[in-house]
Nanobody, 126 residues
Framework: EVHVVESGGGSVQSGGSLRLSCAVS?????MAWFRQAPGKEREFVSS???????SVSDSVKGRFTISKDNAKNTLYLQMNSLKPEDTAMYYC???????????????????????WGQGTQVTVSS
């Protein structure tokens, strides 16, 4: 079983930056960041497949960057130019199934991932 632990959340002012980290144990084929604001559904932020193919939602494109350090088995989300609307609980998700991860559109769906972290809070004030 894969264990997922996020860290790096916090409170920043609008325009600031944060870097989230997600440490995983075990093999993963696809990983992603999702976020959930109070009263809203969990939404896709960014994903990476097989350590090279990345995807990012339009709402954060140009501001957030996903990356993975294979030696440390850690996923990152660099968040720049943060806005108050980025305020949410951020979750790291992972899965080890090549077939599931590889389906078209799969990485943007919460249903793809079997392994989830506990979340880390990001609060952006105006």
């Amino acid at each position: 079983e894969v264990h997922v632990v996020e860290s790096g959340g916090g409170s920043v002012q609008s325009g600031g930056s944060l870097r989230l980290s997600c440490a995983v144990s075990g093999y993963t084929y696809c990983m992603a960041w999702f976020r959930q604001a109070p009263g809203k559904e969990r939404e896709f932020v960014s994903s990476i497949i097989n350590n090279d193919r990345t995807s990012v939602s339009d709402s954060v494109k140009g501001r957030f960057t996903i990356s993975k350090d294979n030696a440390k088995n850690t996923l990152y989300l660099q968040m720049n130019s943060l806005k108050p609307e980025d305020t949410a609980m951020y979750y790291c998700a992972a899965d080890d199934n090549i077939w599931v991860c590889g389906k078209i559109g799969a990485t943007g769906s919460t249903l793809t991932y079997n392994y989830w972290g506990q979340g880390t809070q990001v609060t952006v004030s105006s």
